[in-house]
């Protein structure tokens, strides 16, 4: 350790030294302040982990049960800390199962450096032991993506790794390097940061003129409504939003990836937008008559059918990628650059106002919802538990503290409606790719990034069953994470589908679970399993206030479906109550 | 409406890069009709010329997507009448034949077809011009017993571009200025804002 510390210090007199490309990464890391790594060794990968033996105590390496893990742990730690998620797994296999993760983060936006050992450069091309074409595998899932061959390219590399993937719209970085250059010594002259890559601009120049034009529709506005995504989290903006909806009393309703950019209770908070969506929000997109949406990319669950969406109103679109300027929506104004820049610069030109008569219209189907939908899932006749009333409790003991991470289905939509949230960047969940098995791993991450804050995973019975190995994980490293699943005996949301529109003919969505309480105690983590509502509360408590990583089962309703629902292919304002 | 658009991209010279790009097509399951790399008249930047048969509003949203991409430095797209293109053939064809039939020596004087090799056995031509200039000469040679064809991807000049030199200029300070920010797409306004 000593010769460690030594060795950092002399790098900083920046006196030429000669270390192996494998010292070279972990010194990289040490520069960009990097102190949590997930990963899972290999044969290609050895040379660092062999120089990692002596980091000990500067980096926090958590090994994981599945690269898939690791770079579910790496998103998780990334939404919740703000910054960079690094991952190392070895090759071919190990590189392969990073992959989906690798999708994940480049839909959702989360910068993440993914770095993966190659076989020997003498080997490429050759059909190897563990050799795959990485680079290949992963070009359509990476913002950049470089081999390394030699070790005097590591440092430069690396340090444009974390500048790409964290600058801009963030994005995952894999760096792939051959066994031989994490072997090679070399003469390392130090560390410099990438501040500017000259083919790359992860920021547009704002446009004086489209900020006026805005302005100008905003203030000649009767029905303004603004929708707002994750990019008002990634740009750190939170306080510029705020600052610009309530200047011009605008109502607000957030993609799911937005949610906690603003607190649930916020007054011009009207809710979620898209498929599950709240009712107002998504049938007023068609009434209002400027529509601005700040950092969301308009997907297709939030859109529903395009060619009849919000065809009524003038379009806003802040954005800092120009490429989703029209992507999907034609933009009256676009204002590109980052929001934590043009929202101050629009607040400062838009006039005070109050739309009270629209922002009742809002809550006049607020009430209807609460009336047709949420009175029911949350107070329900029937003697089995609904998801709602699970996450309505857990609200009660979190008080919207708690940072939710949740997998994909029923589960996951149930919480985005009902879970509440006063800070930002609490809500962490697969978004865009919507990646079963996302939960666990992403929990443990989360955790890591928010080390002070109670983490709690809402997972179905079918995700929880696709990555539960990282229980390991916890086991062994005790990230204190609360597992919650919501079990139905079902696929759940599949099976909502097959209901709804496969005329209930029930294709293989009756999934069978193990015991979960027994599993989680073989891994040496404290669980319950409850059936009955009036256990609920008291089990949520002990859940929340047990020291460690707990897991409590919940028995709810077998075929309880998500409403309101916008049907695939139909409009926003075609949204179903039932 | 779909028509032919040249798609001219200056990146950086960069392994995978051709690929990150095809991608950007063959996601869309559009096909490209063809393509071309080649150095730029700037050194270190190199050049894709890239033709596909599109709409407009698509070909604008793949540029957008190209110029994304990091080692990118920026996309433009014509239609055939910006630009001045120009494609090379080649053609494998008996030497007894061109040197007995007078017909076909002056066929091929009426395409502008040089002689590149002459042998015996076979002699090449090549003709560079647009695709059905090259596309005729083989309807007119092949019942002479054309052997061999082959025709290269398009190479195209912008008409009234100034060229790189002072847009990459602009890419290496570390505050681009307007000129290398602003985008193609968007050029109906041009100022800039500063706070
Ligand atoms: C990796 C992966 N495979 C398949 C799907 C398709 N899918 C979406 S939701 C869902 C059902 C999820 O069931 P469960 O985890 O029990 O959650 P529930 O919907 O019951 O809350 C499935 C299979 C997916 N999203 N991800």
Redesign the pocket.
């Known amino acids: 350790m000593e010769t460690l510390e030594l060795e950092m210090k002399k790098t900083a007199e920046n006196k030429v030294e000669n270390i192996s490309g494998s010292e070279a990464v972990l010194k990289a890391l040490i520069e960009e302040s990097v102190t949590t790594v997930f990963g899972y060794p290999g044969g290609a990968i050895m040379p660092i982990y062999d120089a990692l033996f002596d980091y000990d105590g500067h980096l926090n390496h958590i090994l994981v049960r599945h690269e898939q893990g690791a770079i579910h742990a790496a998103q998780g730690y990334a939404r919740t800390s703000g910054d960079v998620g690094v991952v190392f797994a070895t090759s071919g296999p190990g590189a392969t199962n990073l992959v989906t993760g690798l999708a994940d983060a480049q839909i959702d936006s989360t910068p993440v450096v993914a770095i993966t050992g190659q076989v020997f450069a003498h080997l490429l091309g050759t059909d190897a032991f563990q050799e795959t074409d990485v680079i290949n595998i992963t070009t359509p899932v990476t913002k950049w993506n470089y081999q390394v061959t030699d070790a005097t390219e590591i440092p430069a590399v690396l340090a444009k790794a974390f500048y790409i993937a964290k600058s801009g719209r963030p994005g995952p970085v894999l760096i792939d390097i051959t066994k031989n250059a994490q072997l090679q010594k070399f003469d390392y002259k130090g560390y410099e940061k990438c501040t500017h890559i000259r083919s790359y601009r992860p920021k547009p120049i704002i446009r004086k003129t489209f900020v006026e034009e805005a302005a100008k529709l905003i203030n000649e506005a009767k029905k303004p409504f603004v929708i707002f995504g994750q990019g008002v989290i990634l740009g750190r903006a939170e306080q510029e939003f705020k600052a610009f909806i309530e200047k011009g009393g605008l109502p607000a309703a957030w993609t799911v990836l937005g949610l906690s950019a603003l607190e649930t209770d916020h007054p011009l908070n009207v809710g979620m937008l898209g498929m599950h969506g709240n009712y107002g929000p998504n049938v007023l997109t068609n009434e209002c008559d400027v529509l601005i949406a700040v950092g969301m990319r308009f997907d297709d669950r939030v859109t529903g059918r395009l060619d009849k969406y919000a065809k009524q109103a003038k379009v806003i679109h802040l954005d800092i990628d120009p490429a989703e300027i029209d992507k999907n929506v034609k933009t009256t104004v676009p204002v590109w650059g980052d929001c934590k820049e043009t929202l101050p610069m629009l607040t400062a030109l838009i006039e005070e106002k109050q739309h009270t008569d629209w922002l009742k219209r809002f809550n006049q189907y607020t009430k209807e919802e609460v009336e047709l939908v949420i009175n029911k899932e949350m107070h329900p006749d029937a003697a089995e538990m609904t998801m709602a009333e699970v996450i309505d409790s857990l609200n009660e003991l979190t008080r919207g503290e708690a940072v939710i991470v949740t997998?994909?289905?029923?589960?996951q939509m149930i919480a985005c409606r009902y879970a509440k949230f006063v800070r930002s960047k609490s809500n962490v969940t697969s978004g865009g790719l919507?990646?079963?098995?996302f939960a666990l791993p992403a929990a443990i991450g989360a955790k890591y990034g928010a080390p002070d804050r109670t983490v709690v995973a809402i997972i179905?019975?079918?995700?929880f069953q696709?990555t539960l190995q990282e229980l390991g994980t916890i086991m062994q490293f005790g990230a204190e994470v609360k597992m919650l699943i919501?079990n139905?005996n079902?696929?759940?949301?599949?099976r909502q589908w097959q209901e709804l529109f496969h005329s209930r003919r029930y294709s293989f969505v009756d999934?069978q679970s193990p015991d979960f309480v027994t599993i989680a105690k073989g891994y040496g983590i404290t669980g319950r399993s409850v059936n009955a509502r009036k256990e609920l509360k008291a089990a949520l408590k002990e859940m929340l206030d047990h020291k460690g990583s707990y897991l409590l089962e919940v028995m709810v309703g077998k075929e309880n479906n998500v409403f309101p629902m916008v049907p695939q292919g139909c409009s926003v304002s075609e949204i179903r109550l039932k | 409406m779909k028509q032919e658009y040249t798609i001219t991209v200056y990146t950086e010279n960069q392994v995978g890069l051709l690929n990150r790009i095809a991608i950007i097509f063959t996601r869309r399951k559009i096909n490209i009709d063809s393509l071309n790399t080649s150095p730029s008249e700037v050194e270190s930047v190199h050049r894709f010329t890239i033709v596909i048969n599109e709409t407009e509003e698509v070909v604008r949203k793949l540029c957008r997507q190209i110029e994304k991409q990091v080692e990118v430095l920026k996309a433009y797209y014509n239609t055939n009448e910006e630009i001045v293109w120009q494609e090379l053939a080649l053609y494998k064809v008996p030497t007894e034949i061109i040197a007995e039939e007078v017909k076909v020596e002056r066929l091929l004087r009426e395409h502008g077809a040089k002689a590149v090799v002459i042998r015996k056995d076979y002699t090449v031509f090549e003709v560079a011009g647009h695709r059905e200039e090259t596309d005729n000469l083989i309807k007119v040679l092949e019942p002479y017993g054309l052997i061999e064809f082959v025709r290269s991807a398009r190479v195209a000049i912008i008409k009234d571009s100034a060229g790189f030199h002072l847009k990459l200029k602009e890419f290496e300070a570390a505050d681009p200025g307007e000129d290398a920010a602003e985008n193609e797409f968007l050029n109906r306004q041009e100022e800039v804002f500063t706070m």
Request: proline share 0%; hydrophobic share 40%.
């Open positions: 997998d994909v289905g029923q589960h919507g990646t079963m098995g179905g019975d079918g995700g696709m919501l139905n079902f696929l759940g949301m599949v999934i």
